[in-house]
């Protein structure tokens, strides 16, 4: 029985230190000597780029909580208009990459777009500046609009589970609805919003493409300008570690503010929310507001990019569609396994262990997160390169005219780079799911003589099948979507949906691009609605 | 779980089984990204059975990549979209020269390296975009003119981050010294009509709009608004005029598109067949007309939209300079924190 937790221990200290890999070998560079335009960055812009970072991050964080949180709130517990769809719908913001809403707004709001054209039809000229998105509060919008549902699904689901009891009892203590809500959910759900909102900060600090587009000098604006403008690819690191040191600066003070309050639900059996029906005002208000985000998030670009798609109906010709949907999903597919399988391997470890293991854990895992996907992709670049250059006698074994870099230029480096990536998205809701189960059945099952192996197949996995299921669908969806990666370590002639659109957007031809954007959409909707039915059957 | 497991084993196994292809081929690692060039390539596969496998994305960052590959690249041809990261390839060691009859042939003198490292492929020019409405063209003559007190709050151009703008800098610091192309610079910045934002469409769109008067950017995505399939876009370019500065000292500034053969190129002759394959007639008037470059070659007419703005002076300066000066440039936007 000893042996199975050894077992269990090493497994996961070895995944952990392979994530670490890319990172630690990045790590390196910072004993590089400055450049002379590293010093330039230094002594000219840094601040100005670590300012810009900072507001767009904190405040795109600050109004995805808002809005995640209060459309979580008013679904969980209220009934109104539409509120047997909303539940669902909400959650399909998450489906249009960032960028892509970032072009799809400009596109509509700008002179030639539809809403403009629209009104100089009907002999109205409004000023420009009216309709510019591209500013900072434009970027806080785009971001917030797409990426809130990370804190709506991860709140939405914790509310459902956790608070059904504790309102109850409020309840029968003839408490008021406000009261409840300031004295009871909101500091109980504060976990799941710091988390929700941490994700959704640090999406928004490894952007590339909104801030280019949107003219928002930023810290990853300033990685790029290095290597894509200097060639300076060490610099680039060491600003990325820069970067990496500010995003782990914030995680601690998160930490911090989250605190050491863990709660246990009281009770296992989770008690079932009664829906409170609005009435009146109170409903339309609910109804607006869910409706208006729906809108915003999801709705109106879709629109506007199924009209383009409408227009350029001759790229149907030239993209070979079938092709493009296979390798996308079955490379988002391979990943996300691998991905909850790690993270269940690791937080199954981890339950067991002192709290400091947990964080180092976390951190660790969460450091992939926190960087420019363009710098992961370097550093897997050059462990990959170098692990094939070590192992080419082995494949030679197998085929003696084998190519030296048999695994570089093969779609395992992509695979293993959306999981350093992406690992942390996953193994978070793992990890909290882990934590708020407990040990206890755990325990139980121990005494019953079953070892961790044991239980881990007949108890946990089984118990933490719905935790799966969701961590799941963020992590799939997070890899279809993906592009710098898979720009920067496809082998040849590897396109997916999400390099087809960039490629488009790229060369300024956003209408082109709705199409392929339209079957990811379509794709993540699909996995959404497959996660649910999933759902309701366990 | 064990199924899981055993399906990952099977890839790998296709995966190492997969690689062992005898067939003839060429690699190319690539920054153009444009339909009409997988289009020549698949011709080129056509009439030779030479398979043709890319690799597509920013050219600075293939560049890292085959740093970091080294000997063991399979990269045998490197193509980008802009003279500065040929250079920086060719002084990276990256490239190796050939003296070729057909490329020498295809190609003028100035659109190629002098040693051999790279070959011109297409021609973009960075011109003036002016308001018909509000600006005659009377009013413009070089880029130097710029700096003028009339154009303050006129100028429209885009982010620090683009190497057509970082071109255009380099080539500054080239004839006129780093002093000069920064005092440039910054008095630019004050001329902007807003922060720079957007690609080079949104700059034309900016002009029709009434945002700026005058925009600089690539005659290319002129085309490409001209011919767009959005009605209120073709309008809006309808509004502008292209305008070519520096025709009576210098010239226009241009960029070209490039080719080179790696250095640990691994199919060298098929490299060559298709280098002197996308020089050659054929390949070149499908740059030209699909997509809104000058070609290179000289037997070879633009497009018919091309030839109606006239013939006009490209810069005069050794396109290698691009390349070198580039960190300049990059320096110099920085220096006058151009973007912010």
């Given amino acids: 029985m000893k042996k199975d937790i050894l077992i269990w221990k090493s497994l996961a200290l070895i995944l952990l230190i392979i994530v670490a890999l890319p990172i630690l070998v990045l790590l390196t560079y910072i004993f590089t000597p400055n450049s002379e335009f590293f010093k330039t960055i230094l002594e000219n812009t840094l601040f100005s780029y670590i300012k810009n970072t900072l507001v767009l991050g904190l405040f795109a964080a600050l109004v995805s909580a808002i809005l995640g949180y209060s459309l979580a709130y008013i679904t969980t517990y209220y009934k109104f208009i539409f509120s047997r769809y909303m539940g669902f719908l909400l959650i399909l913001p998450l489906s249009i990459p960032t960028y892509i809403a970032g072009y799809t707004y400009e596109g509509m709001l700008n002179y030639t777009g539809v809403i403009q054209s629209t009104l100089r039809s009907i002999g109205l000229n409004l000023n420009q500046e009216f309709f510019n998105i591209l500013s900072m509060p434009g970027a806080i919008f785009i971001f917030s609009i797409t990426l809130y549902p990370y804190v709506y699904l991860i709140t939405k689901s914790y509310l459902a589970k956790q608070t059904g009891s504790y309102i109850e009892t409020a309840r029968t203590l003839g408490k008021s609805s406000f009261s409840i809500f300031r004295r009871v959910i909101l500091p109980l759900s504060r976990p799941a919003i710091i988390a929700g909102s941490t994700l959704v900060l640090l999406e928004t600090l490894a952007d590339y493409a909104v801030v280019t587009f949107f003219g928002i000098p930023t810290f990853t604006s300033a990685i790029f300008k290095t290597w894509y403008g200097l060639g300076e690819h060490e610099s680039a690191i060491k600003l990325a570690l820069i970067a990496m040191l500010i995003v782990i600066i914030i995680l601690i003070f998160e930490k911090l503010l989250r605190g050491r309050k863990v709660y246990f639900s009281s009770s296992n059996t989770v008690k079932v929310i009664k829906k409170v029906e609005l009435k009146g005002i109170h409903n339309i208000l609910a109804t607006v507001f869910t409706l208006s985000v729906f809108s915003f998030g999801f709705l109106f670009p879709i629109l506007q990019q199924i009209y383009w798609a409408i227009r350029e109906v001759d790229m149907f010709k030239r993209v070979n569609l079938l092709e493009l949907i296979l390798r996308t999903v079955s490379i988002g597919l391979i990943a996300s396994v691998l991905i909850i399988m790690i993270s269940l391997i690791i937080a199954n470890v981890l339950r067991l262990s002192k709290p400091i293991y947990k964080r180092l854990a976390s951190s660790v895992v969460l450091l992939g997160y926190s960087m420019s996907g363009a710098i992961i992709a370097l550093g897997t670049l050059i462990i990959f390169i170098f692990v094939d250059r070590n192992m080419v006698w082995l494949y030679k074994l197998f085929n003696p005219n084998t190519r030296t870099l048999l695994f570089t230029m093969s779609p395992l480096i992509l695979v293993f780079a959306y999981i350093i990536r992406f690992l942390s998205v996953g193994f978070n809701g793992v990890l909290s799911s882990y934590e708020k189960m407990g040990n206890k059945y755990y325990e139980a099952s121990k005494t019953m003589g079953k070892n961790t192996t044991k239980t881990f197949f007949k108890i946990d996995l089984p118990l933490l099948k719905i935790v799966t299921i969701n961590a799941f669908i963020l992590v799939f969806i997070d890899i279809i979507k993906e592009v710098t990666i898979t720009l920067k370590l496809r082998p040849f002639n590897y396109d997916t949906l999400g390099t087809k659109v960039y490629q488009y957007a790229t060369d300024e031809m956003i209408p082109v691009a709705s199409y392929p954007s339209l079957v990811i959409v379509l794709l993540c909707i699909i996995a959404i609605v497959v996660t649910n039915r999933l759902r309701r059957q366990s | ?340």
């Fill in chain 2, 1 to 340: 779980m064990k199924k899981i497991i055993l399906s990952m084993l099977l890839l790998v196994t296709i995966l190492l089984t997969g690689c062992a292809e005898k067939e003839q081929v060429v690699n190319l690692y690539t920054s153009r990204h444009y339909d009409a060039d997988q289009e020549l390539l698949d011709q080129f596969t056509e009439e030779t059975g030479i398979t043709v496998n890319v690799v597509k994305d920013e050219g600075s960052t293939l560049i890292t990549r085959m740093e970091a590959e080294g000997e063991d690249t399979l990269a045998d041809l490197f193509i980008t979209s802009d003279a500065a990261n040929l250079e920086v390839a060719k002084s990276s060691g990256l490239l190796q020269s050939i003296e070729n009859e057909v490329l020498n042939e295809n190609i003028p003198n100035n659109l190629r390296d002098d040693e051999g490292y790279w070959f011109g492929l297409t021609m973009r020019a960075r011109v003036i975009v002016y308001s018909l409405d509000r600006v005659s063209p009377d009013e413009l003559s070089t880029y130097e003119d710029l700096v003028n007190d009339k154009w303050v709050g006129k100028i429209l151009i885009r982010s620090a981050s683009n190497i057509y703008n970082q071109s255009l800098l380099s080539s500054f610091v080239a004839t006129k010294g780093y002093e000069e192309a920064k005092e440039w610079a910054s008095v630019i910045k004050n001329n902007m009509a807003r922060t720079p934002e957007g690609n080079d469409r949104a700059q034309a769109i900016a002009v029709a709009a009434g945002i700026g008067d005058i925009a600089i950017m690539n005659t290319y995505y002129i085309g490409k608004m001209i011919y767009s399939d959005d009605a209120e876009q073709t309008s809006a370019v309808e509004k502008v005029g292209v305008f070519f500065p520096n025709q009576d000292n210098g010239g226009t500034h241009v960029n070209i598109s490039g080719i080179g053969l790696t250095k640990h190129a691994k199919n060298k002759d098929n490299a060559i067949k298709l280098m002197e394959y996308l020089t050659e007639e054929d390949a070149q008037s499908i740059y030209a007309s699909a997509n809104y470059e000058y070609p290179v070659n000289p037997n070879v007419e633009p497009s018919e939209l091309l030839k109606s703005w006239g013939e006009f002076e490209t810069q005069d300066i050794n396109l290698s300079l691009l390349g070198e000066f580039n960190k300049d440039a990059v320096a110099i936007f920085e220096e006058v924190n151009w973007d912010n």
